[in-house]
């Protein structure tokens, strides 16, 4: 879950729980199951030698699970009302199960010994007994001291409504209240060996934070733990649930939370998938295979084929999902936005702005923007000329000297201003280069 009331409030008692159901994978250095009565979620992972239990599984919530969001807000099923505390969700599909304690339903489960595979119906979360109308799947395998996951959601929903994007967790991560260290790096010189940043703050509100170089961890006062590596995405939320020394086990509420953030529009018909890798162990391992993983990334570059790779549209409408070899966005306000996903660059090494697209307007006034790493800093911004009318094509812009673009930045944001309802932008592709 993302909210910051998730996992709070819950003295009570978890709901009542179906004895587990359990397949595992195991290496020499790692061993990681998933419960079959609760959607094939992650509720086990140990790492060697060590031997503690990592995931906190006090209710359905918690694991290390798959959770989507979108509108409604409420969401409301044939008159079934959400949860007074889940409200604020909206749709909420959950790996695990809802906050009832009614489990997902397992449609298939296949273990070969090298990977696990499961395709379910999850639960929505605010909602008791009202399953979901998508499917979910993951694969997970053992790579060394490692465990990749990769996700998908496909989406069948009769509500073909257009909603704004929301924050989805890639994925939810739960671990043991012993875990209660945050610890990532979050400067602007990723991979250069530069100081972490560590804290303790369970809130609520969870934090938001930047992690730069596409891991973070939560750890114990030893500095040991579980690592989670998301090349999606640099922005990440941070929280926990106290608790006694004596209660911080596996079906204890003390809990610390983390998940790396996406924004994105979950379309009646997506099919969205998603990967990122477990690590249990030091924070000096966990950054070395991450740095290792991470060799080679570029600047970023997009090329709108099928998907809109993690941009986010304002102001505008386009035709859902697959793309047609563009992106085209038909204006319902003065301004259409299109906001990049949160990465990273540095600023000298991206001098050159590489757009190619179709203004179908009469006029082609692009306000570009950026966002720098440092919440301090203010959102820079120029306006540049795009050509209207004929065909796709491309235009090539110079940011060097632009007056804020300087340092680490992590999203870009094109807005196409002065519009009249009904004008439209095709946009093929959008890249940064030296």
Known sequence: MISADLSVGRSCGAPPRLEPEMSFLENDKIKVGVDLRMGGSITSLV????????????????????????????????????????????????????????????????????????????????LD???????????????????????????????????????????????????ARAVTYAGDKPFTGGALSEWVDPGPPWKTFSATEHWAAMIDAKGWGLGVWQPASTI??????????AKQGTRDNSTGYLAPIALEHIDHNIQYEYEFRLVPGTVKEIR??????????GLPQYKFEGTRLGWTLRGGVDGGLPLQGAWRVQAQSPVIVLDGPFTFWRAEGALTLKISALVKAQQGRLRVAWKSISSEEPEGSTVFEMPVGGVIRESSFSLKGLPGYKGGLQRLSLRFEALKAGESVEVESVRLEP
């Open 236 to 245: 990440w939320k941070q929280g926990g649930v106290p608790g006694e020394p």
């Open 129 to 179: 007994g009202v399953e979901g109308d998508c499917e979910l799947e993951s694969w997970i395998q053992l790579e060394a001291k490692s465990v990749h996951v990769r996700c998908k959601l496909t989406n069948r929903r009769e509500d073909k409504a257009f909603y704004q994007a929301r924050h989805q967790e890639l994925p939810a991560v739960y671990v043991n209240g012993e875990f």
């Open 47 to 126: 790492g060697k030698p060590d031997g503690r239990e990592l995931i906190n599984n006090f209710d359905h919530g918690r694991q290390v699970q798959m959770s989507f969001y979108s509108g409604p807000i409420p969401f409301v099923f044939n008159g079934k009302q959400p949860h007074p505390a889940w409200k604020g969700l909206g749709w909420n599909p959950v790996q695990s199960g809802d906050w009832a304690g009614n489990a997902a339903r397992v449609l298939e489960h296949r273990n070969s010994g090298a990977e696990m595979y499961t395709r379910l119906v999850p639960m929505q979360w605010p």
């Open 288 to 297: 070395s295979l991450v740095q290792f993983w991470e060799k080679g990334r």
